[in-house]
């Protein structure tokens, strides 16, 4: 066996990087035990050379910029941790793979925005393409799809995707405090940005979801073309009632092969109590792939930090470490990225599934009947109907009537609501919350 | 890249075997474009040549013994889907090491017997053993502790391993039926064999838990010396007595690294109701790896059946048709062979945990006060107390007292009953449940 190191170069040396640079330091022997050779960080590149970040990089080259290290001679593999779907990271990724080295990276903006277009790079230079940090942090939910379900063919995946959501969701439950509030609390947590538009509106999950369905289809990565719902709207209100029919509220991804083409939709979902997602709580992460081999395989485990994204970044290098130059790899999206099909998407509003439904009502008589004929009349087929008091409404002059359908066309639901609307018994917007999974 | 076909030769054509041949014919397509080459079975033997099993076997050439299937000059990769520690498996598997081929096997008990061998053998040879299908059916386990979990440091890892023990507990406690009612019925479902023993009592679950174990510390595999305890006496009460208090009773294997060694125990074991593991239902199988670097990564899905099964020796397959002959290999068992450190037992008197007691006593006053005083001598902190009637007791002559501790020795434990017993106040034996994962 060779005992030539593996000579990693590294750009970006935020909280994940570092943590690469420490790790690959203190697990030295077991690292070298397992691949056969050690794997040795030889360049780098950050924004700030100077900021303490408690790592030694004593024997480490210093290089201004990213491409620099992509293209450094002495580098096999070049680790992008820069983050962003442009520049730096994209031309620096390219230049890798123009100087025939390895990339692993933890980027899913990049991924969601180039994948294709870099898995094709890679399999033209013959190097691999690793990035199973970028979905679902330290579960190797990547490495499952391209490697160990060879054969499988998936019908459907979903997701909890997003920590902070699922913090937030978790919190509003356990707690009995409204969104704002918990919001604010993870603000000072640290599981939510200060700008927190992008977690929590589903962003963040609709460009993992992406790389997933690309994986789990062979068609190419369409980022841009998910219906994004997010969770800034659900209440309290929502959540008890969702617990009182036996349900918790998750903001779920969810890809799924349809006749009418592949839906991909990221929205808060009604997920069974008894269900195994529906005890994922806090920031934990979780993915069920449905196939055709499997049945329902499920992962769950850390979705970010620091040391669990890095551990992804260290199983992707020392896959790298394993192999020999000149191996042949499987390609880096499952399917060689010339073969992958275009993207049909289907409509949501042909979406078929289980819907609950909340609206709030003037407490006057007949209400409730017009409701449920709008609903017959809309064709729908109704699981569960509560009315009860508005908590909200202390001079009861208002009711909520909670409904379920069974499995119903999205486009009947938004029919049937907007007929409702019109006809002037609501007080606010009704409010519709999928469940999944249906059936 | 080449498009040479990968060859396989394959021995045990039952159900898992008869599966992987039909699936590699279906998926064909799907496989040569993840792989970048086909698959193709060019050589077979099994016991019986002329059974119908649905699959076309008219080009592949028929051989009498395994060991000639797999010396064969025309097979790269042998599968050994025949099963059993021993003969003919074992020596076919070397035949196969000898003749410098890669080995696929979903035979636990013979990595269970002969792993550390065997991995030597592929390691001197530099060839791939790879085993998935040998722990829980469909589930990836082996492959993200040997790949994914690289630089991971596992702490302790458990799961439910087998399904047929699942299947029943959950029947017992969804159903309200005893064991052997489930059993019986399990049995006519094909979910238990007609002699049972080798699931009920645990020793399939300890089969593999002893190869998890080896891949998690990096130590020789010892199957034989595991703390053995099967489901069979199991009670409603128990399973009621478990609810009440919030947890439900599973089958755990689990590993665990202790200063005073390592623990491997195969037993009934309480787990919390609001856990994921706990909603692990029916034949499912779960694995949780606890690890430095990512906290708890839990996996659940098929333990079993022949497509699941099948599944796992196709993305076994599938890993060595994207390779190359003389790249260099990940070892087998994630340490080279022959770095494997000695097993050194943690003796199960010094387990540390919590613990469930039920105890069956006589109606009369000061037993309670006994018991507790028992359990106080041995320095035992108690975490709740139920006295109730026993159900079973329509005359109300005895009472049951259900206990549960804190983390406590083992040996502490055993003592205290002893003592107890010795005090002439319980009807039958005290029934002992420990619980998991503690703290």
Same mark, same amino acid.
């Given at each position: 066996?060779? !005992?030539?190191?593996?000579?990693?170069?590294?750009?970006?040396?935020?909280?994940?990087?570092?943590? @690469?640079?420490?790790?690959?330091?203190?697990?030295?022997?077991?690292?070298?035990?397992?691949?056969?050779?050690?794997i040795?960080?030889v360049?780098?590149?950050?924004?700030?050379?100077?900021?303490?970040?408690?790592?030694?990089?004593?024997?480490?080259?210093?290089?201004?910029?990213?491409?620099?290290?992509?293209?450094?001679?002495?580098?096999?593999? +070049?680790?992008?941790?820069?983050?962003?779907?442009?520049?730096?990271?994209?031309?620096?990724?390219?230049?890798?793979f123009?100087?025939?080295?390895?990339?692993?990276?933890?980027?899913?903006?990049l *991924?969601?925005a180039?994948?294709?277009?870099?898995?094709?790079?890679?399999?033209?230079?013959?190097?691999?393409?690793?990035?199973?940090?970028?979905?679902?942090?330290? *579960?190797?939910?990547?490495?499952?799809?391209?490697e160990?379900?060879?054969?499988?063919?998936?019908?459907?995946?979903?997701?909890?995707?997003?920590?902070?959501?699922?913090?937030?969701?978790?919190?509003?439950e356990?707690?009995?405090?409204?969104?704002?509030?918990?919001?604010?609390?993870?603000?000072?947590?640290?599981?939510?940005?200060?700008?927190?538009? +992008?977690?929590?509106?589903?962003?963040?999950?609709?460009?993992?979801?992406?790389?997933?369905?690309?994986?789990? +289809?062979?068609?190419?990565?369409?980022?841009?073309?998910?219906?994004?719902?997010?969770?800034?709207?659900?209440?309290?209100?929502?959540?008890?009632?969702?617990?009182?029919?036996?349900?918790?509220?998750?903001?779920?991804?969810?890809?799924?092969?349809?006749?009418?083409?592949?839906?991909q939709?990221?929205?808060?979902?009604?997920?069974?109590?008894?269900?195994?997602?529906?005890? @994922?709580?806090?920031?934990?992460?979780?993915?069920v792939?449905?196939?055709?081999?499997?049945?329902?395989?499920l992962?769950?485990?850390?979705?970010?930090?620091?040391?669990? !994204?890095a551990?992804?970044?260290?199983?992707?290098?020392?896959?790298?470490?394993?192999?020999?130059?000149?191996?042949?790899?499987?390609?880096?999206?499952?399917?060689?990225?010339?073969?992958?099909?275009?993207y049909?998407?289907?409509?949501?509003?042909?979406?078929?599934?289980?819907?609950?439904?909340? +609206?709030?009502?003037?407490?006057?008589?007949?209400?409730?009947?017009?409701?449920?004929?709008?609903?017959?009349s809309a064709?729908?087929?109704?699981?569960?109907?509560?009315?009860?008091?508005?908590?909200?409404?202390?001079?009861?002059?208002?009711?909520?009537?909670?409904?379920?359908?069974?499995?119903?066309?999205?486009?009947?639901?938004?029919?049937?609501?907007?007929?409702?609307?019109s006809?002037?018994?609501?007080?606010?917007?009704?409010?519709?919350?999928?469940?999944?999974?249906?059936?």
């Open positions: 066996m060779t !005992t030539e190191p593996l000579r990693i170069g590294l750009a970006g040396l935020g909280t994940v990087g570092a943590a @690469v640079v420490r790790l690959l330091d203190q697990k030295r022997a077991l690292l070298t035990r397992q691949c056969g050779r050690p040795e960080v360049a780098a590149t950050a924004r700030d050379r100077t900021r303490d970040r408690g790592i030694d990089l004593s024997g480490v080259q210093w290089l201004d910029d990213p491409v620099a290290v992509a293209q450094a001679d002495n580098v096999d593999v +070049f680790v992008e941790l820069i983050g962003g779907d442009g520049e730096p990271a994209l031309s620096a990724v390219k230049a890798a123009s100087a025939g080295k390895h990339v692993v990276t933890a980027n899913k903006a *991924i969601a180039h994948g294709v277009e870099l898995a094709a790079m890679a399999e033209e230079q013959g190097v691999l393409l690793n990035f199973e940090a970028a979905v679902a942090g330290g *579960i190797p939910v990547i490495k499952t799809m391209r160990a379900m060879a054969g499988n063919t998936i019908s459907r995946l979903y997701g909890i995707l997003n920590g902070t959501c699922n913090y937030i969701l978790t919190r509003m356990d707690e009995e405090i409204g969104f704002e509030e918990v919001l604010a609390e993870a603000q000072s947590l640290g599981y939510a940005e200060a700008d927190p538009t +992008f977690d929590i509106e589903g962003n963040d999950t609709a460009h993992k979801l992406a790389i997933m369905t690309s994986i789990a +289809f062979g068609t190419r990565i369409a980022a841009d073309d998910i219906y994004l719902e997010g969770i800034s709207n659900i209440t309290l209100a929502d959540i008890r009632a969702a617990r009182d029919l036996g349900y918790r509220i998750k903001l779920l991804g969810v890809a799924q092969k349809t006749d009418r083409g592949i839906e939709r990221v929205h808060p979902t009604m997920v069974p109590i008894e269900s195994q997602i529906a005890q @994922v709580d806090d920031v934990t992460n979780a993915v792939l449905e196939t055709d081999l499997l049945g329902a395989l992962m769950s485990g850390p979705g970010a930090g620091g040391e669990a !994204t551990s992804a970044v260290i199983g992707d290098v020392a896959d790298i470490a394993k192999s020999r130059p000149g191996r042949q790899h499987g390609p880096a999206l499952g399917t060689p990225a010339k073969e992958l099909a275009p049909e998407k289907a409509r949501m509003r042909s979406h078929e599934g289980g819907y609950f439904i909340r +609206f709030l009502v003037r407490d006057e008589v007949g209400v409730f009947a017009a409701i449920a004929q709008r609903m017959a064709g729908i087929s109704l699981q569960s109907i509560v009315q009860r008091d508005d908590p909200d409404s202390p001079d009861h002059a208002s009711k909520a009537i909670i409904l379920t359908t069974h499995a119903t066309m999205e486009t009947s639901i938004r029919e049937a609501i907007a007929a409702i609307e006809d002037g018994h609501l007080r606010g917007a009704a409010q519709v919350i999928r469940m999944e999974p249906a059936g």
